[in-house]
């Protein structure tokens, strides 16, 4: 639900149906396993999105997927200095619209980068609601979310999880009843609906449910889309897909991106929007 001064969340894009592309940063400093190169962190992600830029993505999201084990809520605050760099790095290097999503659930950060790097939108996590995780309990706080959006007057959407993958929601709430307080009280501009957990397809009856409790929303599929999937998902209604662990060398969350697979991901979503 954009404001009146900002564009709807699919405008961001010059594709209808975009497929977004993952950076899934390699720890940072101060996480276990960094391995004490600040310059490598940053042309690998440099690398992987000139990669995904020339294999045709329609944006990325950038992301700090080699943190774990995650800070629940708060990053600290040399986590927002790092992915600050980075992602002002990356926006400088290629033009496509840039997402951030600071891990595990820190809304505040990735609103506050995308804020100042100029990026098109943020994911957030848990948004509304509560959610059982590894790293605890996790309560949205969409109310703190879309205030700071207010007060930084920035121009980023909030694409916001619907029963988030690696994570159990609290409640008897079912994917419909959650997808609409996630737009109606929680303000969103468009939702995702992930799997079970990294590179795990997402329920293609999940999608028609939420497809259908918010049609006025961009809803897209957060996680598990291949080649072979990506078809299913936009015919079952989503808007677009975000796309990570198939763009990768030999299908591993963690490697680097493989110019093939996003040629191949990208050609079959195309074939599969030009068929409807």
Do not use: W, Y
């Given at each position: 639900?954009?404001t009146?001064?900002?564009?709807?969340?699919?405008?961001r894009f010059?594709?209808?149906?975009?497929?977004?592309?993952?950076i899934?940063l390699?720890?940072?400093?101060?996480a276990?396993?960094?391995?004490?190169?600040?310059?490598?962190?940053?042309?690998r992600a440099?690398?992987?999105a000139?990669?995904?830029v020339?294999g045709?993505?329609?944006?990325?999201?950038?992301?700090?997927?080699?943190d774990?084990?995650?800070?629940?809520?708060?990053?600290p605050?040399h986590?927002?200095?790092e992915?600050?760099?980075?992602?002002?790095?990356?926006?400088r290097?290629?033009?496509?619209p840039?997402?951030v999503?600071?891990?595990?659930?820190d809304?505040?950060a990735?609103?506050?980068?995308?804020a100042?790097?100029?990026?098109?939108?943020v994911?957030?996590?848990?948004?509304?609601g509560?959610?059982?995780?590894?790293?605890?309990?996790?309560?949205?706080?969409?109310?703190?979310?879309?205030?700071?959006?207010?007060?930084?007057?920035?121009?980023?959407?909030?694409?916001?999880d619907?029963?988030v993958?690696?994570a159990?929601?609290?409640g008897?709430?079912?994917?419909?009843r959650?997808?609409?307080?996630t737009?109606?009280?929680?303000r969103?501009?468009?939702?995702?609906?992930?799997g079970?957990?990294?590179?795990r397809?997402?329920a293609?009856?999940?999608?028609?449910?939420v497809?259908a409790?918010?049609?006025?929303?961009?809803v897209?599929?957060g996680?598990g889309?291949?080649a072979?999937t990506?078809?299913?998902?936009?015919?079952?209604g989503?808007?677009?897909?975000v796309?990570?662990?198939?763009?990768?060398?030999?299908?591993?969350?963690?490697?680097?991106?493989?110019?093939?697979?996003?040629?191949?991901?990208?050609t079959a979503?195309?074939e599969?929007?030009?068929?409807?």
């Amino acid at each position: 639900m954009a404001t009146a001064s900002q564009p709807p969340f699919l405008e961001r894009f010059d594709a209808a149906r975009p497929v977004i592309g993952m950076i899934h940063l390699p720890p940072l400093p101060g996480a276990p396993g960094f391995d004490g190169d600040r310059g490598l962190v940053r042309e690998r992600a440099l690398a992987d999105a000139r990669r995904l830029v020339a294999g045709g993505v329609d944006g990325i999201v950038l992301e700090n997927f080699g943190d774990a084990p995650f800070h629940p809520d708060s990053v600290p605050k040399h986590v927002v200095a790092e992915m600050t760099a980075v992602a002002a790095a990356v926006r400088r290097e290629v033009d496509v619209p840039l997402g951030v999503n600071v891990l595990r659930n820190d809304a505040e950060a990735a609103l506050s980068i995308a804020a100042a790097v100029d990026a098109a939108f943020v994911r957030v996590n848990v948004h509304v609601g509560t959610a059982a995780t590894d790293q605890g309990v996790l309560e949205g706080q969409a109310h703190e979310t879309m205030r700071l959006r207010e007060r930084l007057e920035a121009d980023v959407a909030v694409l916001a999880d619907v029963h988030v993958k690696h994570a159990t929601p609290i409640g008897d709430a079912g994917v419909e009843r959650a997808a609409r307080e996630t737009v109606g009280r929680g303000r969103a501009d468009g939702v995702l609906v992930s799997g079970s957990g990294t590179g795990r397809e997402a329920a293609l009856e999940d999608v028609r449910r939420v497809a259908a409790a918010v049609p006025e929303t961009p809803v897209l599929v957060g996680s598990g889309v291949t080649a072979e999937t990506v078809g299913d998902c936009l015919e079952a209604g989503a808007d677009g897909v975000v796309v990570g662990t198939a763009l990768k060398d030999g299908g591993e969350t963690t490697n680097a991106v493989d110019p093939e697979r996003v040629g191949r991901v990208m050609t079959a979503a195309r074939e599969a929007s030009a068929a409807e």
